[in-house]
């Protein structure tokens, strides 16, 4: 472009000259006088168009500069931009941690809220256990009254001058141990309750009263003298006649011993009431003894009316063999009581088992067979029947040694057992039993034979035959 301008220059100038010419040659001075002008007016536009240009020229450079600075610009922004995408991929990466992490410690706080359950129900718990536990270190689970360790405690802080006369009443249960065995411990446990709600009713709101033992009661008494003990005891005893546990009697036997000087031992005073108590216990047992037996044998035949006859016949079939072999009257007595009580302990044997038509399973013919052993240890505990007691324990032994409960063979078994095992063998035949049919005496005589020397002693087997039965007839097989 700048060529071309001073081309045209070049070309306007050889014009001048050539007016010039014209104007000397033709004279036309106004109009030479105007191209001067008008060039010089052109001269001007052309320095105006350079400066123009060369604004342009720095206008371009400036608009190139701010150009790259804008590409720099935008490039930063990309980069910007990228860094901020990044970051809000990792508001985002964030924002799905910390949900998250909410969720968990929502779920951990609802883990915490049940444990929190949980300790308070536990406390709750731990609490009402404490509390037990509290109540069962000072009082008797059984009977609601205070145990022994709290009967202890006491003793001692009543043992000062100012409680003085202070007496101490000991209580004995009588039976217990016979009732447990006949009826069953849970039966034994009413029995303490009842007697437990008794003595404490018989006594005064002050009076201090415990169990110590399995039935063995003792009753604190300060302030009071013999004779008020005495009456104590009375209306006890009293209380305990109108009250039954079942179809047995309350039976309790009572000795006190009362410190009347601050020198007294409390336990030499605790020891004489308890010998006080067994004097009269030792008094009283002959009574209480035939009382209990008279019970348990009642309640053995309320419970089984088919067992109560069995018993009398066989007892009446004793005391014949007695005669028949010339024994004592005593023995005789005594052979005709243990055919009374040989079943007693079928007492604590199911009444379904004892009862049931037809054959026995293996366990319920284990069941019965501790029948004799019951009965043992239930006449066992009286101090008159020791010897009755092995009779009731043996009357199911064989002459082969194939019995039970001992397996003892011939003459190891005691004469009474095998007298017992012939007669209650010889009733049980002739008589109408749920699991057996009814032989006549003939039959029944037959067995006896076929039995003797397995079963049964053979020398009695006859002389029951011949003798005992009136029946000289002898079946030979």
């Not at 216990?281 to 044998?297: Q, Y």
Request: with cysteine.
């Amino acid at each position: 472009m700048d060529d071309d301008l001073y081309f045209k220059t070049e070309e306007k100038a050889g014009l001048i000259i050539g007016d010039k010419e014209l104007v000397q040659t033709e004279g036309k001075a106004d109009l030479a006088a105007e191209l001067v002008i008008a060039n010089k007016e052109l001269a001007f536009q052309n320095k105006e168009k350079d400066k123009r240009a060369a604004e342009l020229i720095i206008a371009n450079k400036e608009l190139a500069f701010q150009n790259e600075e804008k590409a720099a610009r935008a490039a930063e922004l990309i980069i910007a931009n990228k860094e901020l995408a990044f970051q809000n991929k990792e508001k985002d990466k964030r924002a799905a941690e910390l949900v998250i992490a909410n969720r968990e410690l929502a779920f951990q706080n609802k883990e915490k809220d049940k444990r929190a359950a949980e300790l308070i129900i536990m406390n709750k718990e731990l609490a009402f256990q404490n509390e037990e536990i509290s109540y069962l270190s000072y009082y008797d689970q059984l009977t609601g009254l205070y145990n022994r360790r709290f009967y202890e405690a006491e003793l001692k802080r009543l043992d000062t001058p100012r409680n003085l006369p202070l007496t101490i009443l000991i209580g004995d249960l009588n039976g217990l141990k016979l009732i447990n065995d006949f009826f069953g411990h849970a039966m034994g446990d009413e029995l303490l309750k009842k007697s437990a709600e008794i003595i404490k009713q018989g006594c005064r709101a002050d009076d201090i009263v415990s169990r110590i033992g399995g039935d063995e009661f003792v009753i604190l008494l300060p302030k009071t003298n013999g004779f008020e003990a005495q009456i104590i005891i009375n209306r006890i005893l009293e209380l305990a006649s109108l009250e039954k546990v079942g179809s047995i009697d309350i039976s309790i036997s009572f000795g006190y011993e009362t410190k009347k000087n601050k020198e007294d031992e409390i336990q030499e005073v605790f020891k004489k009431a308890d010998k006080h108590m067994y004097t009269i216990k030792l008094f009283e047992s002959p009574s209480i003894r035939g009382n209990t037996v008279d019970m348990i044998i009642k309640a053995f035949h309320d419970k089984n009316k088919g067992e109560e006859q069995h018993s009398q016949r066989v007892s009446k079939l004793c005391e014949s063999m007695g005669q028949v072999l010339g024994l004592s009257e005593y023995k005789i007595k005594e052979l005709k009581t243990v055919g009374l009580l040989h079943d007693i302990g079928k007492i604590a044997i199911d009444e379904l088992i004892l009862n049931k038509p037809g054959k026995l399973t293996d366990g319920e013919w284990k069941e019965i067979k501790r029948h004799s052993e019951i009965g043992h240890r239930i006449l066992s505990t009286l101090n008159d029947m020791p010897n009755m007691a092995d009779y009731v324990l043996y009357h199911h032994e064989r002459w082969d040694g194939k019995g039970y409960p001992r397996g003892l063979k011939g003459k190891e078994i005691p004469f009474e057992s095998r007298i017992i095992a012939i007669v209650e063998a010889y009733d049980a035949m002739t008589s109408e039993r749920t699991y057996s049919s009814t032989l006549s005496t003939e039959a029944a005589i037959e067995e006896l034979q076929l039995h003797a020397g397995i079963l049964f002693d053979p020398e009695l087997v006859s002389l029951f035959i011949e003798k005992a039965l009136g029946n000289s007839l002898i079946i030979r097989t």
